[in-house]
């Protein structure tokens, strides 16, 4: 398959990177030759200098034989205008854009993004995505990462083992089945790599551990692995007023949440406050230790840093856990800040470009995918895919499939029974929902299986 990526500044080049490692032929177009200069030096695909909007660009790139069209350049128009020229000119059949703007956003579930008008299939709005993830974090106290399947039914946790774990050194096995709750360790990410547990391994001091269980289950799961319940969210400092402190702030005010803002840039502190009435903002820096003494943060029950500055995001972090704020999540934009993550205790780290990444690989499989979430930057994903009557999964006991190596499945989930924990004479049968861990290497072959 072909896929044309518009766009190879920090998302277009994620996805490029993800696209390649599943054997895909990809082509990045974009108007500066520096950033496409980063792109060849980075991951094997060809490359052209142009606007991806142009129609002669979009010819060179080999847009008529192309399975699908992706942009996501810093431009709203620009990526619209591709998607346009795609499908009229070129008879894209799948068109991606990221779209920002909150204009075009409320349109969404009108009919401005129809073939008659403006002809892209799928939007991306990975400031809405990340701010829906932030809030995720606050929800579950001790978990760096969640996400959710089957209508909200089925989550994934991951949560880190830490040196008073009640957990350490019990093999999985019987961790499952002496506990009273329903779920499954998926993975764990261990020396720098993800690996697929078996039964008779057991959990270490540093362990990061992705379980899946029940949604209503996952504070029983979390004290069994030493985390208890925190109180409720009630008040939040948000640092950083861009577009995604905007949009978590305005998930929080919906909550009756009490929040404040702080913001660096006058302009941008004096614009937010008038279009949010109902938070406090605050101009000062993000690093400002006698500011955050000032506000007495250390009081606030989470402290979101969100700047597009991944250096402030730590700093303020950092500034956050030593005057002992309960729950604090940073933003962080680039891989090469991550070997920095364990050292500086960064517990909940969101990554936008993972978040990007997961929702636009979602939309490049085939239809039977119905979310996706990607783990340690692209390392392994979670699929949850439908099966359909072709699929060779229909009617088979889970002990007669022969799965890849480094394919397992976490799930399933039935309309009728809810979610099924996966046994060796489980029955897949036609409309179940699927859940599977896979390397990244291993999801061409999990695709075959439907």
Do not use: W
Not at 95 to 105: F, G, P, T
Not at 258 to 276: C, G, L
Not at 303 to 326: E, H, K, R, Y
Request: overall charge negative.
């Amino acid at each position: 398959m072909k896929s044309i990526i518009i766009g190879a500044g920090d998302v277009g080049l994620n996805i490029a990177r993800h696209l390649v490692l599943e054997n895909r032929d990809v082509v990045v177009i974009d108007s500066s030759a520096e950033r496409l200069a980063v792109v060849n030096e980075t991951v094997d695909v060809q490359t052209i200098h142009g606007r991806g909007s142009h129609p002669d660009v979009l010819e060179r790139a080999g847009a008529g034989n192309a399975d699908m069209l992706i942009a996501v350049t810093q431009s709203d128009e620009v990526n619209m205008v591709a998607c346009q020229m795609a499908y009229s000119l070129f008879n894209v059949p799948k068109k991606i854009a990221r779209v920002r703007h909150s204009s075009y956003l409320k349109l969404v579930k009108g009919h401005l993004f129809t073939p008659d008008n403006m002809p892209v299939d799928v939007i991306i709005s990975p400031e809405a995505e990340v701010a829906e993830s932030i809030i995720r974090n606050l929800d579950i106290p001790g978990a760096f990462d969640s996400n959710y399947f089957a209508e909200g039914e089925i989550a994934l946790i991951g949560v880190n083992i830490q040196k008073k774990s009640p957990v350490l050194n019990i093999a999985l096995k019987q961790l499952t089945n002496t506990a009273d709750i329903e779920f499954v360790a998926v993975a764990i990410y261990r020396d720098g790599r993800v690996i697929i547990p078996r039964g008779s391994d057991h959990i270490e001091e540093g362990d990061e551990v992705f379980f899946v269980c029940r949604s209503a289950d996952i504070a029983d799961v979390m004290h069994l692995f030493g985390y208890e319940s925190q109180k409720k969210v009630r008040r939040v400092c948000v640092i950083g007023g861009g577009h995604i402190g905007f949009e978590v702030c305005k998930r929080l005010v919906k909550r009756g949440v009490i929040t404040r803002v702080i913001e660096s840039d006058k302009e941008r502190a004096n614009r937010m406050a008038e279009m949010m009435e109902d938070v406090t903002v605050i101009h000062g820096s993000a690093v400002d230790r006698d500011l955050y003494e000032e506000e007495n943060l250390g009081q606030m029950d989470a402290i979101l840093a969100v700047t597009n500055d991944d250096a402030a995001n730590i700093l303020s972090t950092v500034l956050a856990n030593q005057m002992g704020a309960q729950t604090v999540v940073t933003r962080i934009n680039h891989s090469n800040y991550m070997p920095l993550i364990d050292g500086l205790n960064l517990k909940k780290v969101v990554s936008p470009l993972e978040i990007t990444a997961s929702r636009i690989l979602q939309h490049v499989r085939r239809g039977f995918i119905h979310s996706l979430h990607t783990i340690h930057e692209g390392q392994a994903q979670v699929i949850e895919a439908q099966v359909t009557r072709s699929s060779k999964l229909v009617g088979s006991h889970l002990m007669d499939i022969d799965l890849p190596e480094g394919v397992t499945i976490a799930a399933i989930y039935n309309s009728k029974k809810g979610m099924v924990l996966p046994r060796e004479m489980t029955i897949i049968r036609e409309g179940d929902r699927v859940i599977f861990f896979s390397s990244v290497e291993k999801i061409g072959e999990v695709d075959e299986l439907f």
